[in-house]
């Protein structure tokens, strides 16, 4: 009997891989493994909806484990892949056991990176990547009266939303000028910054955390790097991940930070493909290596990748989109700002609703809206297309934005 | 638990018991109906989980929020008066027996 094809890693991309090889007609077995107890499920509600009470457990789950099992998709979870062997066309577990495969899939998604501060060790001082983390944030929100962010990035904002709602006083620390800075510009940094503070939360921003202390080994407090002290009965680590490339690494792929893999999802051995967050792509186009770390992308290389088992070139070239929420406002991300010259605003940031158009040499690359649904999506089609609505037009509102 | 009835573009249909408090979308993820895409998770900002509501339950559904407006304007499908995104409606034992039609494309 021929080996199946294995996924390492049941998450977004993984699953996507799997459901992909069956919508593209392979008949085979399908191995899905996580290290994870759980199916598959949605990550961006721990931060959101999780959080605020929203969602329970089962519900943010992609699929049950009987709707895979329909699928004849096998779900193997809680167990780690612990080495590939290329040669042999082989993984093998922690407990010995060793899968032979026809074609391998990595999609190990990424870790949290740590803090190495005094005290980062103490209990109550926690990180958000998976289902356990945000029940452990959960809980503890129900009885913290201080919170601490370390890190003004996307998560670390949603957790301070989420703590605020739940009561708790709230502090963000965020070592860099402005909140959010590796993703959004300093227009977006200041509307944030200015909601987050009408809503009570104190950000010290160009502040970062030197001493995290506690008593009986529970964290009570911290210093920042101006000796300032704050009290915390919880300290939400979000300062960033790194990829699961280990795996890979030790296998002898090529790693740069991240599995290197082309538009097409494919890895440097040509049976092995990758997709989502352990991945850097090397960028044709302009260059250098890039990584996404966004549902959008584990989908879109999971399809790609899913394709390229089955000796296809699908290219994933769609334009970027991301969204995070805070409170009641929405901001939605379609194309890559960085590099912009110029930018023009579509609608008044005092009203809560407006986006923000960023060109580079009269082409727009990039489109940012708070609370502007229709843009977003007009957005996307017009970076899909190519196309660069004069700037004229973009400001004045009265007139209407369209594909041509 | 809230009956709901998921009818496919080719008229496949699948009833599902869905917990009450749940919505729409996650009925339908968890049991790989792969005509709900539901890309974002339920944050409103993807609208590939948008289905037509029949209409003898629309009234008992609150209407669309600004932004679930804002993305049903931009649903790959035609957009009709029946037409939300399945994510934002939540199920109370009121909508027992709703049904759903999916729509020919999502993305
Ligand atoms: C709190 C939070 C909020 C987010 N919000 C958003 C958002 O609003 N919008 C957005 O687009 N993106 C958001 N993201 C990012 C998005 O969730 C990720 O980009 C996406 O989940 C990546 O999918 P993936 O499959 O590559 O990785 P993952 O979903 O992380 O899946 C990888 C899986 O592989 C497992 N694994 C790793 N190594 C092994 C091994 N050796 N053996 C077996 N299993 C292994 C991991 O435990 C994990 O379960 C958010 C992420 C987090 C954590
Ligand atoms: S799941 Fe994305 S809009 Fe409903």
Known sequence: MAAPIVIVGAGQAGLQIAESLRGGKYEGEILLIGDEPVPPYHRPPLSKDVLLGLALGEQIEIRSRETLARKNITLLTGVPVQAINRERRQIAMADGTRYDYRGLALATGARLRRLTVPGSELQGVVGLRSLADSHVILAALKTARHVAVVGGGFIGLEVAAAARKAGAQVTVFEAGDR?????VAPVLSDFFLALHE????????????????????????????????????????????????????????????????????????????????????????????????????????????????????????????????????????AGLSTG????????????????????????????????????????????DAGQSPSPEVVADEGSKLALA | MVKVIYVEQDGARHDIDVPEGWTVMQGAQRNGLDGIEAECGGSCCCATCHVYVAEDMLGLIPPPGEMEDGMLDNVVAERRPNSRLSCQITLTAALDGLVVHLPEAQS
């Not at chain 1, 009986?216 to 300032?228: A, I």
């Open chain 1, 179 to 183: 909140l959010m800075a590796r993703a």
């Open chain 1, 198 to 333: 009408a809503q009570g939360v104190e950000v010290r921003l160009g502040r970062t955390v030197m001493e995290i202390v506690g008593k009986e080994g529970r964290v009570t407090g911290l210093y920042g790097d101006d000796g300032g002290f704050r009290r915390a009965d919880l300290v939400v680590v979000g300062i960033g991940i790194e990829a699961n490339d280990r795996l890979a690494a030790a296998a002898g792929l090529d790693c740069d930070r991240g599995i290197v893999v082309d538009a097409c999802s494919r890895t440097s051995d040509p049976l092995i493909v990758a997709a989502g967050d352990c991945t850097v792509l090397r960028d044709a186009v302009h260059g250098g290596m890039r990584r996404l770390e966004s549902v959008q992308n584990a989908v879109e290389q999971g399809k790609s990748a899913a394709a390229a088992l089955l000796g296809q070139e699908r290219p994933f070239s769609q334009t970027p989109w991301f969204w995070s929420t805070q409170y009641d406002v929405t901001l939605q991300m």
């Open chain 1, 340 to 383: 912009y010259d110029s930018l023009v605003l579509r609608g008044n940031p005092a009203t809560g609703a407006f986006s923000v158009f960023y060109y580079r040499q009269d082409r727009l690359i990039a489109v940012e809206s708070v609370n502007r649904p229709q843009d977003h999506m007009l957005a996307r089609k017009l970076l």
